[in-house]
């Protein structure tokens, strides 16, 4: 009797450390400039154990020097357009942001201000946003 409870903490504290585990993957795949715009891509993976029905992106563009040179917030996931689908539990998908800027930027940061599961749970961005490996 004392194996079977054995087992079933050890099937416990598996599932919750793989839910704990579970995020948003993104990485940036590039950037395209053009005279006042840039197109940026975004990889992203979901590995939680349902679809994200809304996910807000803030991309920043930033010069060599560090300074912001363009800036842009736009619903990749749901969001108001109801054109955007929602990305399915382990499913992975680029998304396009284009973004006016003011001089060509080097680098670009991403942050997330909202992200809702498929059965409506908000997830703390900050916590479950990773960078993605290539």
């Not at 054995?6 to 400039?33: C, D, K, P, Q």
């Not at 955007?84 to 680029?94: H, I, R, V």
């Not at 961005?125 to 490996?133: E, G, R, T, Y």
């Amino acid at each position: 009797m004392k194996h079977s409870h054995t087992v079933t903490i050890l099937f416990s504290l598996f599932f919750l450390s793989s839910a704990a585990f579970a995020n948003l993957e993104v990485s940036v795949a590039s950037l395209e400039s053009a005279t006042n715009k840039t197109l940026v891509e975004l990889d992203t993976k979901n590995t939680f154990d349902q679809g994200i029905k809304d996910a807000r992106a803030w991309v920043f563009l930033m010069d060599a020097e560090g300074k912001v040179v363009g800036n842009q917030a736009q619903w990749i996931i749901g969001g108001d357009s109801s054109q955007k689908a929602p990305l399915e539990a382990e499913d992975s998908q680029t998304f396009k942001v284009a973004i006016s800027t003011t001089s060509k930027p080097t680098t670009a940061k991403v942050t997330f201000s909202k992200i809702i599961l498929a059965d409506g749970t908000k997830v703390n961005p900050h916590k479950s946003l990773v960078a993605k490996s290539k």
